[in-house]
């Protein structure tokens, strides 16, 4: 049996992604506007929003970094490998990743704000317990 998948409904492109960066503002350390295959290295940010795609290109997640330790590689890829190794469903799913690369100075408050305004502008759920309200 094949695992559950998001089809998503808003196609990464880099013109969308224009629209991204613009959002996220000074807090941009780099301006990549290509996906990156899973598997390959991000590059070397620090904190991040990454937005992984279907084979289609369709923005299937959108996730934060802020990790409080010195890593091996970018924070984005580190991300995505650990989403891998957790759930057979992103394996099926993501082929690629889109990269936010934030100043490594952005505050943890406004990387989480940032996480949730491209989610909305993508159209992508938030899955996350921290953030319901029990």
Same mark, same amino acid.
Request: charged share 25%; glycine share 8%; proline share 6%.
């Given at each position: 049996?094949?695992?559950?998948?998001?089809?998503?409904?808003?196609?990464?492109?880099?013109?969308?992604?224009?629209?991204?960066?613009?959002?996220?503002?000074?807090?941009?350390?780099?301006?990549?506007?290509?996906?990156?295959?899973?598997?390959?290295?991000?590059?070397?940010?620090?904190?991040?929003?990454?937005?992984?795609?279907?084979?289609?290109?369709? /923005?299937?997640?959108? +996730?934060?970094?802020?990790?409080?330790? @010195?890593?091996?590689? =970018?924070?984005?890829? &580190?991300?995505? #490998?650990?989403?891998?190794?957790?759930?057979?469903?992103?394996?099926?799913?993501?082929?690629?990743?889109?990269?936010?690369?934030?100043?490594?100075?952005?505050? /943890?408050?406004?990387? +989480?704000?940032?996480?949730?305004?491209? @989610?909305?502008?993508? =159209?992508?759920?938030? &899955?996350?317990? #921290?953030?319901?309200?029990?």
């Amino acid at each position: 049996m094949s695992a559950l998948v998001w089809q998503g409904v808003v196609t990464m492109t880099p013109e969308r992604y224009a629209v991204l960066a613009s959002l996220v503002g000074p807090w941009l350390e780099e301006y990549r506007d290509s996906p990156i295959w899973i598997g390959e290295d991000s590059g070397n940010e620090r904190r991040a929003i990454y937005i992984p795609v279907n084979g289609e290109g369709v /923005a299937c997640y959108c +996730g934060r970094t802020r990790p409080e330790r @010195a890593l091996c590689g =970018g924070a984005a890829s &580190v991300r995505i #490998r650990q989403h891998m190794a957790e759930s057979r469903s992103k394996q099926e799913e993501w082929s690629a990743y889109w990269v936010l690369p934030l100043r490594a100075d952005t505050p /943890a408050f406004v990387v +989480g704000e940032l996480e949730r305004t491209v @989610a909305a502008r993508l =159209g992508v759920p938030l &899955v996350n317990r #921290r953030w319901r309200r029990h």
